[in-house]
């Protein structure tokens, strides 16, 4: 793809407003690969402090023109130890200024990382070492060389980088240099410039597949390069600026917002969760990127320190928190933003807007008494945050909007680099997650037929631009089930579209749960340990977008009255069990079968290969109707129709979740 025609792709379709707002930023459209970031960074920023760790001992504080020199010296050194562009190098590391040096230096030096952090699994590393073809691997530290050395062996790896400046002696079958020798080593050595352009594979991302092995997500430059041509259409940061980092810096979600928020001379500050709260304090930030989970956690807090104030204060506090709730949703519709008044007539709006206004002068109050020393808990400086990796819960949307700290939130998935749609500050459609970024198409359609559908129907999510994937690494199969024929990659979520082209998600028409905390759970492998327990028939795990997993468990009824006669119990249902049939003779909603069930999940889930501590299941129900073809909850070839039972129950899943 030539510079003029990549160029042209970022410039069409954009409204006035947006083009307006591009002006004011570094213009990067013309640069071939995100390594060329970097130089120009350095003279437009040069003593601006690019990154900046606190809690690493010592601190580290990077400027822009220490950046660039580092990275060019990273990739220095690689070309000197004889890596050469194409080759695949895993970067097996965490959160720090190193790994994003390293990330870079492989990239200036022509490499392809594929990235994963260095507390995965082992198994599972390993599996990216050599799936990917990697013949050199840069690690966290010795400790993570440890755990991968006696395998790596088996692999024909060249070349071994630790982030530290630990020392070891070099192996037979590979050499090994820590940080500051590759450095010192590329200071010496010139770089050679390579030929790269927006179709030249960068980086490999590795996601969880359905049949347990990750699948590598093959982004390119061109991919990478349209999230920070175009995300100024959101976000315009000041030089100087500080983002706050916390999520994994290999994560494509982060790692696409740390690329755009430095190539505009932002300030990267790294946290972590235990520092959070008192680093929100200490710097103040601009701009911070996180999944749900995070701002539930501030949400709770506040709320427990509510709760701690005297009987009086308290009253006060909910009443005025009750009226600042009415006052934002009459704002909303008077504004043309409500979710739910998408068609208000202009009546409607009015009337809205007088109620806006009685409400305003004691939602000034709320600001005054308490909004105002709630945000101060943040630093008080935040502009906008932005939130993705999962759906944001109604209530905390609504608590950030009282309180004024504005969540923008947005939607992608790693196949998209990821970002494909995110709320603008000016159209913050609560609910939603926003139109399209320049040159993005979503198409809704129908699940079975793939016919598109109108405007405010729900179907499934269809998405197509310059950030898709180039497709799964060695896998044409599976790339071939993602992306059509026509270049539309299938997200497996459902949704719907607005008149104004905000993308309104609703579900997950494939399988993968993903968590508030951003961990994506494959359900199968999980109920299939579950269904080793001789007491369940059928189940299937639910916890979209919630905070642990949850169940809906068809009991094996025989098994169940087997046990009870075993242990002299009488567990007779009642008569007014809503949950038990006719037929039913036992309470399912009985303490000493809820234990039982509790026991056997957890025993199951725990002995599962492979167990993380996002795989515990939390809530569950019992419910004594078996899922069957007959009632629609089965395909004809004897496959749970999730989306089917997620619609039927919705409100039993709700509950447990309440």
């Known amino acids: 793809m030539s510079q003029s025609k990549s160029a042209a792709i970022y410039l069409a379709n ?11 930023l570094v213009d990067y459209t013309n640069l071939n690969a995100i390594s060329e970031i970097w130089p120009i960074a350095a003279k437009a920023f040069g003593n601006t402090v690019a990154l900046k760790d606190p809690h690493s001992k010592p601190a580290v504080v990077i400027n822009y023109t220490q950046l660039a020199e580092k990275i060019q010296q990273f990739a220095a050194g690689l070309q000197a130890l004889g890596v050469k562009a194409g080759d695949r190098i895993s970067l097996i590391a965490d959160n720090s200024p190193r790994w994003f040096i390293a990330d870079q230096g492989i990239m200036t030096a022509g490499g392809v990382n594929a990235v994963r952090s260095s507390q995965a699994e082992k198994e599972e590393l390993l599996f990216i070492v050599a799936n990917s073809g990697s013949t050199a691997v840069v690690v966290e530290d010795l400790k993570t060389l440890n755990r991968l050395q006696d395998r790596l062996n088996d692999l024909p790896i060249q070349l071994v980088i630790l982030l530290t400046d630990e020392t070891l002696e070099t192996q037979e079958n590979f050499k090994i240099l820590n940080f500051s020798q590759l450095v010192e080593l590329g200071s010496n050595h010139t770089l050679e410039p390579v030929e790269q352009n927006y179709d030249t594979l960068a980086t490999l991302i590795y996601t969880s597949g359905t049949t347990g092995k990750p699948k590598g997500v093959m982004l390119t430059h061109g991919n990478l390069l349209h999230q920070i041509n175009t995300f100024g ?27 755009y928020l430095l190539s505009q001379g932002c300030t990267q500050v790294y946290t972590n969760l235990r520092s959070v709260k008192k680093d929100l304090k200490d710097f103040k930030p601009q701009y911070m990127v996180a999944v749900p989970r995070l701002w539930e956690s501030i949400y709770e807090g506040v709320q427990k320190q509510f709760r701690e104030q005297p009987a009086k204060k308290q009253r006060l506090i909910n009443f005025l928190l009750s009226n600042s709730d009415r006052y934002i949703k009459a704002k909303r519709i008077a504004d043309g933003l409500s979710l739910e008044h998408l068609q208000a007539s202009a009546i409607e709006r009015l009337s809205a807007r007088i109620q806006a206004l009685s409400l305003s002068p004691l939602h000034a109050l709320g600001e005054k008494l308490v909004y105002a020393k709630v945000r101060e808990a943040t630093g008080g400086q935040i502009k906008y945050v932005i939130s993705g990796g999962g759906a944001l819960p109604k209530h905390i949307d609504n608590f950030f909007e009282i309180i004024d700290i504005r969540i923008l939130q947005g939607y992608g998935l790693t196949e998209t680099s990821p970002v494909t749609n995110v709320r603008r500050p000016w159209h913050n459609v609560r609910g939603s997650s926003g139109p399209t970024l320049p040159a993005t198409e979503v198409k809704i359609v129908d699940p079975e037929t793939r016919k598109p559908l109108p405007i405010g129907e729900r179907g ?7 950030q898709i994937m180039q497709g799964y690494y060695q896998n044409p199969e599976a790339t071939a089930k993602a992306i059509d024929a026509e270049g539309w990659f299938d997200s497996g979520d459902l949704g719907w579209l607005t008149p104004a082209n905000d993308l309104v998600l609703t579900g997950r028409a494939k399988d993968t749960i993903v968590l508030t905390n951003g961990e994506n759970i494959e359900p199968q492998p999980i109920e299939d340990a579950c269904l080793r327990s001789p007491y369940i028939d059928q189940i299937m795990l639910v916890g979209q977008d919630q905070r642990s997993l949850g169940a809906l468990i068809v009991p094996n009824m025989e098994a169940l009255e087997k046990w009870a006669e075993s242990q002299n119990l009488d567990l007779s249902s009642k008569s007014d069990n809503i949950t038990a049939s006719p037929s039913q003779k036992i309470d399912l909603e009985s303490k000493i079968i809820q234990e039982l069930y509790r026991k056997e999940l957890s025993r199951e889930v725990q002995n599962r290969p492979g167990y993380r501590a996002d795989d515990r299941i939390g809530p569950f129900k019992l419910i004594p109707e078996p899922f069957s073809i007959e009632n629609g909850l089965m395909t004809q070839t004897l496959k749970i129709r999730r989306h089917v039972v997620a619609e039927r129950y919705r409100d039993l899943i709700n509950a447990l979740f309440a």
């Open 460 to 466: 499934l999510v269809l998405l197509r631009g310059p």
């Open 233 to 259: 259409t959101v976000l315009q940061p000041d030089v100087g600026d500080i983002a706050l980092s916390i999520l994994p810096t290999w994560h494509s979600y982060e790692r696409t917002a740390e690329y």
């Open 14 to 24: 954009i409204t006035e407003r947006e083009r307006l707002l591009l002006k004011r």
